[in-house]
Structure formats: structure tokens, C-alpha cells
């Protein structure tokens, strides 16, 4: 079973950065693709970001693609960190923003894919 903790929402204004952060802890993590997902209020949780287990081929949804950078950090066998760097927001990245962590090809994976998920973190932008 994997352990999610996700840290670094917070309130910032539009054009603003903010750096998310996801503890991973698990068996298979450090061979799994790592992920974020967002869920803005009354609405669905959606992909956001991927990135495979060699921390390279990152992969982002349309709306994040030139604003967000995932990557991550495999120094621990048991733990792995994913990041999430954004830029220049929008009051549409409002969001609860969660990661997750899945074997095999890093795609936009549907929900269906992740049995458990952390606590998420807060992203509020203001216009």
C-alpha cells in the first residue's frame, strides 16, 4: 500500500508560483510513474501531470503545458518525491491538488487506475 502526502498549496495571486510537494512511501514506488491530479469545486478530479520512474518524459495536460514543471526525486528505495512547479497561475488552477503513483506506461491514466489517495493541497489563486 502506498503512503501519499502532498504539502505546498497555499493563496497566491494571479501571475504568482507555487511549488507542490508529494512524499510517496511504498515497495514499488521508485519503479512507478508518479502523477498529479487536481479537483476544482463541482468538478471532476483531472490529470494533470505525469512524469516515469527514471524522471524523465514528463508528460502535462493541455492547460499546464509552458506553466508547470513535474520532477521528481528517487534518492530513498522506499520513498519517492514528486514536485510540482507552477508558474504563472490562473484562478482556474483553483484547485485541491493530489499526487499519485502507478506502474507501468506513464499516460493520463483514468481515475480508476489509483485505489488510494493522500490528503491532497490547497491551491487557491486569486485574480
Known amino acids: 500500500q502506498v503512503q501519499l502526502v502532498e504539502s505546498g498549496g497555499g493563496l497566491v495571486q494571479a501571475g504568482g508560483s507555487l511549488r507542490l510537494s508529494c512524499v510517496a512511501s511504498g515497495r514499488t514506488v521508485k519503479f512507478s510513474g508518479m502523477y498529479w491530479f487536481r479537483q476544482a469545486p463541482g468538478k471532476e478530479r483531472e490529470f494533470v501531470a505525469a512524469?516515469?520512474?527514471?524522471?524523465?518524459?514528463?508528460?502535462?495536460?493541455d492547460s499546464a503545458k509552458g506553466r508547470f514543471t513535474i520532477s521528481r526525486d528517487n534518492a530513498k528505495n522506499l520513498f519517492g518525491i514528486v514536485f510540482l512547479q507552477m508558474n504563472s497561475l490562473k484562478p482556474e488552477d483553483t484547485a485541491v491538488y493530489y499526487c499519485?503513483?502507478?506502474?507501468?506506461?506513464?499516460?493520463?491514466?483514468?481515475?480508476?487506475?489509483?485505489?488510494?489517495w493522500g490528503q491532497g493541497t490547497q491551491v487557491t489563486v486569486s485574480s
Open positions: 499519485n503513483v502507478a506502474l507501468g506506461v506513464v499516460t493520463a491514466r483514468p481515475l480508476t487506475d489509483f485505489s488510494s
Open positions: 512524469i516515469d520512474s527514471s524522471g524523465t518524459s514528463p508528460q502535462y495536460t
